[in-house]
């Protein structure tokens, strides 16, 4: 089975970076969308941003050019570069792997906690 191993994450000032990382392994078809999302507290959780193993990406309009998603295909490994972080991006950020065609599978990641705040 498919397991998603999140790290990356962590306590940083407003205006500054981190980047995520999630590692997947097992049985994980090729052809998938990997990507992150978000929840904050009281809110639902959100698309961050998604990229599909050929390299499309899709971000969230409140993350655009400051946030780059990428995949390392040969690893099974999905990065989320965060720069200019706001306070308002503070929440359990998730990673997501998703395959649309059979075999469909979707797998979630255990969250990891970013968190913006001076």
């Known amino acids: 089975q498919v397991q998603l191993v999140e790290s990356g994450g962590g306590l940083v000032q407003p205006g500054g970076s981190l980047r995520l990382s999630c590692a997947a392994s097992?049985?994980?078809?090729?052809?998938?969308?990997m990507g992150w999302y978000r929840q904050a507290p009281g809110k639902q959780r959100e698309l961050v941003a998604s990229i599909t193993y050929g390299g499309t990406t899709n971000y969230a309009d409140s993350v655009k050019g400051r946030f780059t998603i990428s995949r390392d295909n040969a690893r099974n490994t999905l990065y989320l570069q965060m720069n200019s972080l706001k306070p308002e991006d503070t929440a359990v950020y998730y990673c997501k792997v998703s395959r649309l065609v059979s075999p469909r599978y979707e797998y979630w990641g255990q969250g990891t906690q970013v968190t913006v705040s001076s």
């Open positions: 097992g049985s994980l078809f090729s052809i998938n969308v």
